[in-house]
T-cell receptor
Framework: DAGVTQSPTHLIKTRGQQVTLRCSPKSGHDTVSWYQQALGQGPQFIFQ???????QRGNFPDRFSGHQFPNYSSELNVNALLLGDSALYLC???????????????FGQGTRLTVV | GEDVEQSLFLSVREGDSSVINCTYTDSSSTYLYWYKQEPGAGLQLLTYIFSNMDMKQDQRLTVLLNKKDKHLSLRIADTQTGDSAIYFCAETLSSNTGKLIFGQGTTLQVKP
């Protein structure tokens, strides 16, 4: 079992550019969530995808968008990058539970994005 | 509101017990989690407890939940140098399926 995999591991972009980060969930999982972790902080929820739709969203601007594919993998897109977008971006996968609540969330190793 | 707070730093001697504390504000929390993060790495799920439980034990880890005081703790018995990491407390709310709300993390330093 490969667990949650993210690519790339590191990325450097210039202000104003656009970036796409990728995530493959743990085998058997159908739900993908994205988090932003700034240096020295806890992860902050960006949004969650289930059945190829955004199910809920945290307090992030529309510059942050995503997609989930039929194989449950997901992408996070950030447009018009700002210096403050520099962070570790974490993907978590889980399995939709019987009452609509997710069970354990497993995290990938993250993508370290640096905006210069 | 949604808020999870942790103390920022804890230092212990190898072989001692470590206790990491966490408080949360939302009484509708369903699951409460402890994650471990080593330098440059993602988050590793250590254990979790359902909100109707008081205690959960898993090998060297003991989780205690005081729902009345909204206080969660993680005790690590016989702490080893390999336990040095940042520990995050997180909660999910019944109204927000799957969304984890994290504390700012407690850095555990284990001295030989």
């Amino acid at each position: 079992d490969a667990g949650v995999t993210q690519s790339p591991t590191h990325l450097i972009k210039t202000r104003g550019q656009q970036v796409t980060l990728r995530c493959s969930p743990k085998s058997g999982h159908d739900t993908v969530s994205w988090y932003q972790q700034a240096l020295g902080q806890g992860p902050q929820f960006i949004f969650q995808y289930y059945e190829e739709e955004e199910r809920q969203r945290g307090n992030f601007p529309d510059r942050f968008s995503g997609h989930q594919f039929p194989n449950y993998s997901s992408e996070l897109n950030v447009n018009a990058l700002l210096l403050g977008d520099s962070a570790l971006y974490l993907c978590a996968s889980s399995l939709e539970g019987p009452k609509g609540s997710d069970t354990e969330a497993f995290f990938g190793q993250g993508t370290r994005l640096t905006v210069v | 509101g949604e808020d999870v707070e942790q103390s920022l730093f804890l230092s212990v001697r190898e072989g001692d017990s470590s206790v990491i504390n966490c408080t949360y504000t939302d009484s509708s929390s369903t699951y409460l989690y402890w994650y471990k993060q080593e330098p440059g790495a993602g988050l590793q799920l250590l254990t979790y407890i359902f909100s109707n439980m008081d205690m959960k034990q898993d090998q060297r880890l003991t989780v205690l939940l005081n729902k009345k005081d909204k206080h969660l703790s993680l005790r690590i018995a016989d702490t080893q140098t390999g336990d040095s990491a940042i520990y995050f407390c997180a909660e999910t709310l019944s109204s927000n399926t799957g969304k984890l709300i994290f504390g700012q993390g407690t850095t555990l330093q284990v001295k030989p």
